[in-house]
Nanobody, 126 residues
Framework: QVQLVESGGGLVQAGGSLRLSCAASGRSFSSYAMGWFRQAPGKEREFVAAITWSGGNTYYGYSVKGRFTISRDNAKNTVDLQMNSLKPEDTAVYYC???????????????????WGQGTQVTVSS
């Protein structure tokens, strides 16, 4: 069992930055690929970024590539999402996710996620 708790959300102006963090509890965190998703009001959940268990490979959604960076620290059981050059369209609830592989997280149409966090709100004002 893995529990995920996100933090770091908030209100920021367009062009600004935020850093989200996801803290994991439970055993075997380092064996999971981790990812971030987001969901805006009235829209479907959207894949944002994923990272392999080792941190050696990452994958990003088209709308955030070049602006967001995912990283993890297996010693601290955390995975972070650094968000730069934020836009109003980045406004959403951001969710942390754990899965058996990076491909499972990025799977379409439905990601094959084993654990979800409760989400943290990010609001970008214009």
């Amino acid at each position: 069992q893995v529990q995920l708790v996100e933090s770091g959300g908030g209100l920021v102006q367009a062009g600004g930055s935020l850093r989200l963090s996801c803290a994991a509890s439970g055993r075997s965190f380092s064996s999971y690929a981790m990812g971030w998703f987001r969901q805006a009001p009235g829209k479907e959940r959207e894949f944002v970024a994923a990272i392999t268990w080792s941190g050696g490979n990452t994958y990003y959604g088209y709308s955030v590539k070049g602006r967001f960076t995912i990283s993890r620290d297996n010693a601290k059981n955390t995975v972070d999402l650094q968000m730069n050059s934020l836009k109003p369209e980045d406004t959403a609830v951001y969710y942390c996710a754990a899965a058996a592989s990076l491909m499972n997280i990025a799977s379409v149409p439905l990601p094959k996620v084993d654990y979800w966090g409760q989400g943290t709100q990010v609001t970008v004002s214009s």
